[in-house]
């Protein structure tokens, strides 16, 4: 059976403040997620530390993932950002004639 997903609660600060312990048992049973509002803003969020940590995983690799295309823009150093960008729009429109062609053409017969 999968885990139900908790819900998301907006509440004053003030509520919180009153809350807090309630609150607290809520997220840590995983049933809410709470947004904290002051002046109707959101500034802040109470989530199970498992969230937390989800969270900060899916960061990890977010920064991973950029570092690994900074790293492939120093290849491009020095080229104007337009000559870069005509590049890759005709590397894209010669892979879409390509997939066309590959699709129009007939499967062979076994």
Known sequence: ?????????????????QQFSQL????FRRETRV???KSGIP???IISADDLERL?????????????LDE???AFEGI?????????AKAVAAARKKRR????RPAKAS
């Open 43 to 45: 500034v802040a969020a």
């Open 80 to 88: 104007p950002t337009e000559e870069i960008e005509r590049e890759v």
């Open 24 to 27: 607290l048992n809520q997220v």
């Open 56 to 68: 900060n995983q899916l960061e990890q690799q977010r920064t991973e993932r950029f570092k690994a």
């Open 101 to 104: 062609a590959e699709m129009e």
């Open 1 to 17: 059976m999968r885990e139900r997903k908790p819900m998301t609660q907006t509440i004053k600060a003030s509520e919180v403040r």
């Open 72 to 74: 492939s823009w120093k």
């Open 35 to 37: 947004i904290v509002e």
